[in-house]
């Protein structure tokens, strides 16, 4: 993990944490990169840009 990286608490009802265990096992990742993941491609998705390239260049004022 970057020293920059920001730590939060974040809870979870027990079935969503489980099921999200699930999916971050059969995609070989950590249930913290598992959410990662899902947050930059929501991101992404939302943005139309990848979230951590920079800010928008194409917004103007």
Known sequence: ???DDKKF???LPPRL???LRRWAEQDLRSINGQIEWLL???LQE???RDPLA???KRRKG
């Open 1 to 3: 993990m970057a020293e």
């Open 17 to 19: 944490f489980d099921e």
């Open 46 to 48: 939302r943005l139309g």
């Open 40 to 42: 930059h491609r929501a």
């Open 54 to 56: 920079g800010p928008d």
């Open 9 to 11: 608490l974040l809870r």
